[in-house]
């Protein structure tokens, strides 16, 4: 009876929801960490599934195609957010039951529909199906592998990722069909490891030298013209891979610096989402070194009707507008939970006087939240003093900061969120890597330590205590 009522209720939340969700009812015990691409591919951000089990949690979507997320159960011990599990295709509105397997991996399951049920069990099948260890772990397994991947020889690298990648590419369509399945999912799950393949030939994600890439431009030159033709995936929106292939292809292809020719070039393309996912990165990448800023949305608005891509692309619009708002000197723009903005440096400056202790955390970050009790009890032991606590929070997604800052009672005058994290100013002045990361700033708004002790560290305490009496 009781699930009964947990089902109930989650179909009541889908009907309340004018966002598509996808509900997860987390079984196994452990928590559960799904990672998520924001649809402009700015940036990622794991979810987590907390241990109760009957809790009904949501993840949003951006849009209503369906979405490939690797799903993995924390491990009782490190590493936390490794790259083991399993790339699930769940669908908008789909409520799931997560369980585990003997070797701690997680079984998807449909709440209501069989047919769901089976078309999730094909993550598995496929591994099994294609015979050959995921790339990420015979890389871990095998330091020799590794270099080879990594290394210069791009024969050998070209040779090792087919070998790895081919089996699930030609095994995903068949195997779907051989199992009765809707040939979506087989597509999808190609188009998947296709980009896959493709994001590891061109070493994507990696800041390469000028000259590595023409070598890597002319080694791939026939293979970027015969894979360009080939990307011609109209529900792909949410297929992370795919979309990493597009953005490595086309910046080899094509010469991005010149703005308009590249946007020409793009307008062209016969494919709606390779046209609108290019068109919408670009124009975001562009916004802060674009001559024309407002020129540059303009185009952009008369060559793209997509009302989600729109929306996106307007929302960096007026981030970008207000960090040129807020002067050259400004570091960052910080974000309330009530919306409104502000910039780093001139919060900084209005606290002048006392000394400020910034905690730098994120929803998704486990270490994070685990220090914020010991954040609370250090704000009360110093209230009455003259050291100020900030919460700087780096999620990239505004709705899952609010609800994280709202259980973990951040909702106070001194929490942010910090906008554009990955390119802000205050970002590469920190070096930012690692969180959660603690920074001291003196009375006189200076960083007088910008690897500060934890909150539950005793030493903490003292340290800001002594810094306050200077």
């Known amino acids: 009876m009781k699930f009964i009522a947990v089902v109930f209720f989650s179909l009541l939340l889908q009907a309340s929801f004018a966002q598509e969700n996808i509900f997860f009812l987390n079984e196994t015990g452990r928590p559960v960490w799904i990672q998520k691409r924001t649809i402009l591919e700015k940036g990622s951000f794991p979810y987590v599934l907390d241990s109760t089990a009957g809790h009904v949690q949501s993840?949003?979507?951006?849009?209503?195609?369906?979405?490939?997320?690797?799903?993995?159960?924390?491990?009782?011990?490190?590493?936390?957010?490794?790259?083991?599990?399993?790339?699930?295709?769940?669908?908008?509105n789909d409520t799931l039951l997560v369980r585990t397997d003997d070797k701690i991996q997680p079984i998807l399951t449909h709440t209501s529909s069989a047919t769901r049920t089976r078309e999730l069990a094909f993550a598995t099948e496929l591994l099994n199906a294609a015979g050959v260890v995921p790339v990420y772990?015979?890389?871990?397994?095998?330091?020799?592998?590794?270099?080879?991947?990594?290394?210069?020889?791009?024969?050998?690298?070209?040779?090792?990722?087919?070998?790895?990648?081919?089996?699930?590419?030609?095994?995903?369509?068949?195997?779907?069909?051989?199992?009765?399945?809707?040939?979506?999912?087989?597509r999808l799950y190609k188009e998947h490891f296709k980009g896959?393949?493709?994001?590891?030939?061109?070493?994507?994600?990696?800041?390469?030298?000028?000259?590595?890439?023409?070598?890597?431009?002319?080694?791939?030159?026939?293979?970027?013209?015969?894979?360009?033709?080939?990307?011609?995936?109209?529900?792909?929106t949410n297929i992370p891979f795919y979309n990493w292939a597009l953005l490595e292809i086309y910046e080899l292809l094509l010469n991005p610096g010149n703005?308009?020719?590249?946007?020409?070039?793009?307008?062209?393309?016969?494919?709606?989402?390779?046209?609108?996912?290019?068109?919408?990165?670009?124009?975001?990448?562009?916004?802060?070194?674009?001559?024309?800023?407002?020129?540059?949305?303009?185009?952009?608005?008369?060559?793209?009707?997509?009302?989600?891509?729109?929306?996106?692309?307007?929302?960096?619009?007026?981030?970008?507008?207000?960090?040129?708002?807020?002067?050259?000197?400004?570091?960052?723009?910080?974000?309330?939970?009530?919306?409104?903005?502000?910039?780093?440096?001139?919060?900084?400056?209005?606290?002048k006087g006392k000394t400020i202790y910034i905690d730098f955390w994120a929803s998704w970050c486990k270490p994070c939240i685990e220090e914020l009790p010991y954040s609370h009890r250090l704000k009360?032991?110093?209230?009455?003093?003259?050291?100020?606590?900030?919460?700087?929070?780096?999620?990239?997604?505004?709705?899952?900061?609010?609800?994280?800052?709202?259980?973990?009672?951040?909702?106070?005058a001194n929490s942010f969120l910090l906008l554009n994290p990955d390119n802000s100013k205050l970002s590469r002045q920190l070096k930012l890597g690692a969180i959660?990361?603690?920074?001291?700033?003196?009375?006189?708004?200076?960083?007088?330590?910008?690897?500060?002790?934890r909150p539950s560290e005793e030493d903490t305490y003292y340290r800001l205590l002594e810094l306050s009496k200077k």
């Open 137 to 186: 772990t015979l890389l871990k397994a095998s330091p020799r592998l590794y270099r080879t991947l990594m290394g210069e020889d791009l024969a050998a690298r070209n040779k090792l990722i087919d070998s790895l990648s081919n089996p699930y590419i030609n095994a995903a369509e068949k195997l779907a069909a051989a199992k009765g399945l809707d040939p979506q999912t087989g």
């Open 196 to 236: 896959m393949m493709i994001n590891n030939k061109l070493f994507g994600g990696y800041n390469l030298s000028p000259l590595t890439k023409e070598k890597i431009k002319a080694f791939y030159a026939k293979d970027l013209e015969k894979w360009a033709a080939e990307m011609n995936c109209e529900d792909c």
């Open 59 to 92: 993840i949003p979507l951006e849009a209503a195609d369906p979405v490939m997320l690797n799903v993995m159960i924390i491990p009782k011990k490190g590493p936390y957010g490794s790259a083991d599990g399993i790339y699930y295709l769940l669908k908008p």
């Open 380 to 412: 009360e032991r110093i209230k009455d003093s003259n050291i100020v606590l900030l919460y700087l929070s780096l999620d990239t997604d505004i709705k899952s900061w609010k609800a994280s800052s709202g259980k973990n009672k951040l909702e106070d």
């Open 259 to 351: 703005e308009d020719d590249f946007i020409n070039k793009i307008t062209a393309l016969p494919n709606a989402h390779n046209r609108n996912f290019l068109l919408s990165g670009y124009t975001v990448r562009r916004m802060s070194s674009s001559k024309d800023i407002n020129r540059l949305i303009r185009t952009y608005d008369d060559l793209i009707t997509d009302s989600i891509y729109k929306a996106a692309v307007h929302e960096q619009y007026r981030l970008q507008k207000d960090m040129t708002q807020l002067g050259s000197q400004e570091l960052a723009m910080l974000m309330k939970t009530d919306n409104s903005k502000t910039g780093f440096t001139k919060l900084i400056s209005g606290l």
């Open 436 to 453: 959660p990361r603690y920074v001291i700033i003196s009375k006189e708004g200076k960083i007088v330590d910008p690897d500060a002790g």
